[in-house]
């Protein structure tokens, strides 16, 4: 038994490392939410979640007043046990992103302890079925680059020895996104992955509009191209076009996965493991997943997403979004266009103390 003596969860701002916008935002800042678990056998687990911007002192709050209090007392090992515990507590907002980003903080900490006991790093201990993992770019792909910007930066990735890179669609004309990823293709070959992010901004006719010119550019997938309620606008849409369509990182529960893979509405599934609520609920989504024959590019997080995509045989590319330099003493680990999980026992993510303690809010 390893008894949680002590538990709490601060807000730390991170300001964005480079302008990053999409069809319907732009990345003001990272809301990062903490938690710290101290048991009895003298571990201390630290687990986080993120907001783009917003929210993040709701999820705090959340944390303080409701969940924090619950875990005194109990014990560490119990996982699963507590996450549902967490859940039913806060039922009047569940399914939710207030709740699900708040039981990520919680749940991300007692795996840190889990794998801290065990010796172990997170990718052996959730499963281990490789060390390293392929790596796609998103840093090169944002809307307000010029053609030129994006076509010197999909090139450096590729000259990296990257698999793939990914570019954010959206533009008010079709033909203008068109011609931006056609000039990509024809700078990186045909042996690259592209993949285009459309962040839930087009309607149903649109998407299937803009997929079908988009064919050309032979596609590694088409992501978020509608809103992420949509499941019969995503089911029309695959049915329509021979490009795969990526869901998931807007979806906070392991249903909304169920709904689209028994539905055929997602070919590749981009679960986040701050937003679906933690490492437990992210690998029941993988593993489902994986009874459906579908892979799994998680979205975001690559500095934890890194282990579970290793962890698991159905994951395929980890996203590369430098977000956290400014509070960690060492960077993910890339070699030959491969990220590499952490060796060390725990999440992997060795934190800078007094960075974290100089970016506190409140």
Not at 49 to 56: A, K, L, V
Not at 192 to 211: K, L, W
Not at 257 to 272: H, K, M, P, T
Not at 352 to 361: F, S, Y
Request: aromatic share 6%.
């Amino acid at each position: 038994m390893s008894t949680i003596v002590n538990a709490r969860a601060y807000l730390v701002d991170l300001e964005v490392e480079t302008v990053r916008t999409d069809a319907v935002q732009s990345f003001l800042k990272q809301e990062t939410v903490f938690v710290e678990i101290d048991t009895d056998d003298g571990l201390t687990g630290t687990g986080y979640s993120y907001t783009i911007g917003t929210g993040g002192g709701a999820v705090l709050s959340m944390l303080r007043n409701h969940l924090v209090p619950r875990l005194v007392g109990q014990d560490a090992a119990h996982i699963e046990h507590l996450w549902m515990d967490l859940f039913a507590s806060t039922r009047a907002t569940t399914v939710g992103a207030i709740t699900s980003l708040a039981l990520a903080a919680v749940d991300t900490a007692l795996w840190d302890i889990k794998c801290k006991s065990a010796g172990a790093a997170l990718w052996e201990v959730a499963g281990g079925y490789r060390k390293d993992v392929p790596l796609y770019d998103t840093e090169g792909g944002w809307l307000h680059l010029t053609q030129d910007e994006l076509v010197s930066g999909a090139v450096a990735s590729r000259d990296a020895g990257w698999g793939g890179l990914k570019l954010k669609v959206g533009k008010p004309n079709h033909r203008e996104d068109l011609e931006r990823l056609l000039a990509v293709r024809a700078a990186v070959g045909d042996r690259m992955d592209i993949m285009v992010d459309a962040n839930q901004s087009m309607t149903s006719a649109e998407a299937i509009r803009r997929a079908r010119a988009f064919e050309e550019v032979d596609l590694f997938w088409l992501e978020e191209p509608l809103p992420a309620d949509d499941v019969a606008g995503h089911v029309r849409l695959a049915q329509s076009t021979s490009i795969p369509i990526a869901v998931g990182e807007s979806m906070y529960s392991i249903a909304q996965f169920r709904d689209y893979l028994e539905r055929g509405a997602a070919s590749i599934v981009q679960v986040d493991v701050a937003r679906i609520g933690g490492i437990t609920p992210w690998l029941k989504v993988a593993h489902l997943a994986e009874a459906f024959n579908v892979s799994v590019c998680p979205h975001f997080l690559m500095e934890l997403h890194v282990s579970l995509v290793a962890a698991i045989p159905n994951g395929r590319y980890v996203e590369h979004i430098p977000q956290l330099r400014s509070i960690t003493n060492t960077e993910m680990v890339i070699r030959d266009g491969r990220a590499h999980a952490p060796e060390t026992p725990g999440l992997g993510i060795d934190w800078n103390r007094d960075a974290i303690d100089n970016r506190r809010v409140g």
